[in-house]
């Protein structure tokens, strides 16, 4: 099996420097969305599972999902988007009609996306307590939005079309893919499925390297990569950063 995590780990680097730094007195996290009282809380630890605790989620709050956008991360992210989009501006002029058109819907979908600053996190404020690692130190402008459960999981990348296909409790990645099939510029060894709260998986599609069925959670995206093969020339990793950019966005609709 080839499966690969990569949220997780980078939410552990992001907060472990944090973790040592003494929290401010007075940096505030705005809350909102499916929260009992959404608003700009101070967390008398400084700790975010107490400003969740503060917030108080409803019992439609769809925790996985939650967003925590950070101002220190924008930027990096900022810098990625920006590289998606030259290495799709070059692929849109290849002389391939079909790889062209892949490239084109790429680009309207970062055109439309913007960098977040959002960070993996584990949301549940139990889970953060019990796990300090992950409970973050409040930082200015820290936002979190904690959504509703999402009903649907989309398709896209090297895809005829984009899907956005409803979603259904054990349906695995291969089968939503049987649904919206990929294109011929495709990648045939691998997928990615990026997880409502922001895990990447890389999954194994081929007969050498097949990964055993993975299902995605409500409001999941699966990115069907470009073939390897046609980026050698422009940048070799531009899947597994699309893939890392698209967990940067809120869960899907």
């Given amino acids: 099996m080839f499966l690969r995590r990569t949220g997780l780990l980078a939410a552990l680097f992001l907060y472990l420097p944090a973790l040592a730094a003494q929290p401010s007195p007075t940096a505030s996290v705005r809350i909102q969305g499916a929260v009992r009282a959404a608003g700009d809380y101070i967390a008398p630890n400084g700790r975010l599972s107490g400003a969740i605790v503060s917030a108080g989620p409803t019992a439609d709050a769809f925790l996985p999902g939650a967003r925590f956008n950070r101002a220190s991360a924008r930027q990096e992210q900022v810098r990625s988007r920006a590289g998606l989009s030259y290495s799709l501006a070059q692929l849109a002029t290849t002389e391939d009609p079909q790889l062209r058109g892949i490239a084109q819907r790429l680009q309207e979908w970062v055109a439309t996306h913007e960098a977040t600053g959002r960070v993996p996190i584990l949301a549940d404020a139990r889970l953060m307590q019990a796990q300090p690692q992950h409970d973050a130190i409040i930082e200015a402008d820290d936002r979190l939005y904690i959504p509703v459960r999402s009903t649907s999981v989309q398709v896209l990348g090297a895809v005829d079309l984009p899907c956005n296909l409803p979603h259904r409790p054990l349906k695995s990645a291969h089968q939503y893919l049987a649904e919206c099939p990929p294109s011929k510029g495709a990648d045939r060894d691998r997928i990615y499925i990026i997880q409502p709260d922001g895990v990447v998986q890389e999954l194994g599609t081929a007969a050498w390297n097949r990964s055993d069925p993975k299902t995605i959670a409500p409001g999941g995206y699966l990115y069907v990569p ?23 966005q809120p869960a899907s609709h």
């Fill in 226 to 248: 470009i073939a390897e093969s046609r980026l050698r020339s422009l940048d070799p990793d531009f899947n597994a950063e699309f893939a890392a950019f698209i967990a940067t």
